[in-house]
């Protein structure tokens, strides 16, 4: 297991993710007392995903370190500060913001888990770049949402060939399927945040 990701939350964690009415902005990493993927963990530990869901802990983890690990630390935005900033900022709007009142225990889920992943991969050039190169990265997505479809088929096809990070192997089929593509909330979203598409963005609203 990484050393890096552990089950202890520090002080700082407990403050970015605490449900206070104001929404607090993510430090600066170097600020932080722990990497930013232990504040996702932490969001997560008051709705007890873990045992609900009969998630392995151990795979938890090592699918935790593998996520932000894979995020290119170079990238000067697309980084995993920004993931974890982006999945705080959820979780304040399903606790605090009264989201999780209309979602299942299982939407909340799909949402932080795509919230950590959403830009996983992301090498700092858009979709318009990578299609007028005729990048590798285009070729292999077929032009479509490319950096979108990248980060999901990238943290699948690692699910799929590592089982040790697979957090998805206690689900039954049908609720893998659910959460794979199943519903717009879910990591489909990733793939829907290409503004080339905004139909489809509207019709998320509609359901």
């Keep these: 297991m990484p050393s890096h990701v552990s089950v202890a939350f520090s002080p700082s964690a407990s403050a970015v993710c605490s449900p206070s009415r104001t929404f607090q902005p993510l430090p600066r990493r ?16 008051d ?3 873990v045992s609900h869901f009969r998630l392995n802990p151990v795979t938890v983890r090592k699918w935790l370190a593998f996520v932000e690990d894979n995020y290119v ?13 982006v999945t705080q900022a959820v979780h304040w709007m399903l606790k605090v913001g009264g989201g999780s009142e209309f979602l ?3 939407e909340c889920l799909a949402l932080l888990l795509s919230a950590m992943a959403h830009d996983m991969g992301h090498d700092g050039f858009n979709n318009a770049f990578h299609k007028a190169t005729v990048s590798q990265r285009a070729i292999e997505h077929n032009d479509q949402s490319i950096q ?16 040790s990070i697979n957090i998805f ?8 399927l659910e959460m794979r593509y199943g519903h ?4 489909a979203t990733i793939c829907t945040r290409s503004m080339s598409s905004p139909s ?3 019709r998320i609203f509609d359901t």
Excluded: Q, W
């Design 73 to 85: 630390a170079s990238n000067p935005y697309h980084s995993s500060v920004h993931a974890a900033d």
């Design 200 to 202: 489809i963005h509207l």
């Design 104 to 106: 299942s225990k299982f």
């Design 47 to 49: 709705r007890d995903f």
């Design 30 to 45: 170097s600020k932080l007392s722990a990497n930013p993927f232990i504040l996702t963990t932490h969001c997560g530990c």
């Design 184 to 187: 717009p909330k879910y990591f």
């Design 169 to 176: 192997k206690r689900f039954e089929p049908h609720k893998f």
């Design 148 to 163: 979108e479809n990248y980060h999901v088929s990238s943290l699948f096809g690692a699910m799929a060939k590592d089982p």
